[in-house]
């Protein structure tokens, strides 16, 4: 405890610096929260919520309601989508990745994949309560975060376009290789 | 597709979460016992909660503008503290006048009333033959001086709890303001990974229901108080700023408070042989008031924010009354709409599993 004068809330409401710094670390290096300053980074942890998993618990399952996102601050994430033949691994993500942003602006809010711990995984979590909460107090941090989030999610877009307009392609050679072979 | 070993993991840690939920809500509980039976913590505690909630905002205004949130917190105490010591000292004054006035003429009121109650028993005792030999007036008079009494010997234990909630209620609103997330992180911190996401989302449109409802209702309260006074200034009445406060403080309570609130003005009127004229103009100007609420101020103010159908209001307020009297009356309303929160999670929950989307399912 030592001579600090608050030594009582100490415990309470303060948290290990060690911990408090591999989430600013985490939270730094994603792409949500890199252009963050550090005042609002150190503004932003005391609205997020670190949350500890074994290996093989879930985080959220296809289907549930969710509310927020997750940052991976140590660990890995199986990312499944769940079939009546048996799941599908969609990918694994490491330290610093993040999922489930699309929860933080769908009004829905519904999971549309698992995401389930392979290892001891610490993850930091950020809802849209939180986000609400951010944008009220701090409009200009908000924005920010909000800005990010738009370009994350336009990228998807694109990348998802790109994607359906390749499989297009390759549906119409196969026909046509299917026609000139007929 | 991954080989079946690799497959979601069918819940091996149920036992566990389920065990530190048990954990969790018992402590909660705990807490909320020695809550319970113990009125001079829960009191200024929920006062505070109810301070916090409508404080807020306006903290939150102050960080907007780029003031940090222990300084907005400070500034707000300030300021709130000067203008209630100014409308405090105003009130007290003129209230402390009426009131003296009103303990002046009281044995008046009491003989005044006495007279009447006698008069009325004569009446209804040749009507009915049933009450004779009941000496309803002298019964009523008994009942009223030993509740007189008892209630006077409560004042000194009132006066106290005042002046104690006086000094922690400021202490704990200021904790409240400034260390509530990073409390509401560390009771979150306790709930099991699998409950945490509902938990939160739940509490969340819980506090977010609450806030809005209590502003809305003080927001109402005042409005309907500053109408009944101007109304009663206006006609001339007795005591227009105390019974006007009175109708304010009242009109919290759902459909039973606008009626608490006009008894003791019309009573006064009624039983004060001077002012006997007064009694229809008093009756309309709380009408008015209470017209005036239920027409424009409620359905605008507190309505959309309740969303509840009005039987289901009336069914609160009547089961709020049963189980916890006044104070069951007053949480009546927040309760029904916690409860409205939690069953629409759940509805969501087991009816729309997918939400409103059509994905294909």
Known sequence: MGTHPHYLWKDLFRRRKSNEDSIIEALKDNILFCTLSPRELRYLISLVYERVYQPDESIFREGERGSGMYVIVNGRVAIKTTHPSGDTLVTTLGKGSFFGELSLVEPENIRTATAQATERTVVVGFFKPDLMEVLERKPQTGVKILFQLASVLGRRLLETTRKITEMKEERRVAQLRENNAG | ?361
């Not at chain 2, 409620?298 to 009354?321: C, D, E, R, T, Y």
């Open chain 2, 1 to 361: 597709v991954l080989p079946s070993s690799a497959k979601t993991t069918p819940d091996k840690l149920f036992k566990r979460d389920l065990i530190k939920l048990g954990w969790v809500l018992g402590a909660l509980a705990a807490a909320a016992a020695v809550f319970v039976v113990n009125p001079t913590l829960s009191s200024p505690t929920l006062l505070s909660i109810v301070f916090t909630l409508i404080v807020s905002p306006w903290v939150t205004a102050l960080e907007r503008r780029g003031i940090p949130r222990t300084a907005s917190i400070a500034l707000i105490f300030l300021i709130t503290g000067l203008l209630m010591a100014v409308l405090g000292v105003w009130v007290v004054q003129n209230v402390a006048s009426e009131w003296d006035s009103f303990r002046s003429k009281a044995p008046l009121y009491f003989a005044e009333s006495v007279r009447r109650l006698q008069h009325l028993e004569g009446e209804w005792r040749r009507r009915l033959p049933l009450l004779e030999g009941q000496d309803l007036t002298r019964k009523l008079v008994a009942w009223g001086e030993t509740f007189g009494r008892e209630s006077l010997a409560g004042v000194p234990s009132i006066v106290g709890n005042i002046l104690s909630w006086m000094f922690l209620v400021p202490v704990l609103t200021f904790f409240m303001l400034n260390d509530g997330l990073a409390l509401k992180k560390r009771v979150f911190g306790l709930v099991p990974n699998r409950f945490f996401e509902p938990t939160f989302m739940v509490t969340s449109k819980i506090i977010h229901a609450l806030s809005d409802y209590l502003r809305a209702k003080i927001v109402e309260a005042f409005l309907v108080g500053l109408m009944t006074t101007l109304g009663l200034y206006l006609v001339d009445s007795p005591y227009a700023l105390l019974f006007g406060i009175l109708a304010g403080i009242t009109n919290i309570i759902p459909y039973l408070g606008p009626v608490l609130g006009a008894v003791p003005g019309l009573a006064v009127v009624w039983f004060d042989p001077t002012k006997s004229g007064l009694f229809w103009p008093v009756l309309a100007v709380y009408g008015i008031a209470n017209l005036v609420d239920t027409v424009f101020i409620f359905p605008v103010l507190v309505a959309k924010l309740v969303n509840l159908h009005p039987l289901v209001l009336i069914a609160a307020v009547i089961l709020g009354q049963q189980f916890g009297g006044l104070v069951g009356m007053l949480v009546s309303i927040p309760v029904a709409s916690a409860i409205k929160v939690v069953f629409g999670e759940l509805y969501a929950t087991l009816y729309q599993p997918y939400g409103s989307r059509d994905i294909g399912r």
